[in-house]
């Protein structure tokens, strides 16, 4: 049969998730599985197969590729200040009422003492 003929056939079993390319009497099937499960990426294979073996009388080739998904990065903090630097609690301490020297906001450590270095 003809690139044509073999075109159509193919483009009715894969859509656009198929790129076909020709070259002697072979035919290259290069086919995009990315969203499948196992089970459809099969069934798309074995459909592309039979339509291109009724459809080109050479040797057919078919080749399954996927995207890989996107790894995404959680970061948790513990809220600890670090080393020298408390983190600012989220109440400032209020400035005390007896006399004496005035505590800066940044100077209370809500969670407790910084390690040691």
């Not at 390319?21 to 969203?35: K, M, P, Q, S, Y």
């Not at 057919?60 to 983190?87: C, H, N, Y």
């Not at 400032?92 to 003492?113: C, L």
Request: aromatic residues 2%; positive net charge; glycine residues 12%.
């Amino acid at each position: 049969m003809t690139q044509d003929v073999t075109i159509a056939a193919v483009r009715a079993a894969a859509g656009d998730r198929a790129t076909l390319r020709f070259e002697g009497g072979r035919a290259g099937i290069v086919l995009d599985a990315t969203g499948l499960s196992g089970r459809e990426r099969d069934t798309l294979e074995d459909a592309v197969r039979a339509a291109a073996a009724q459809n080109w009388s050479g040797e057919v080739r078919v080749v399954v590729t996927a995207e890989r998904v996107a790894r995404r990065l959680i970061a948790v903090a513990s809220g600890k200040g670090g080393v020298g630097q408390p983190t600012p609690p989220p109440n400032p301490p209020t400035p005390p009422k007896a006399p004496g020297p005035p505590v800066p906001p940044g100077a209370a450590d809500s969670h407790g003492p910084s390690p040691p270095p």
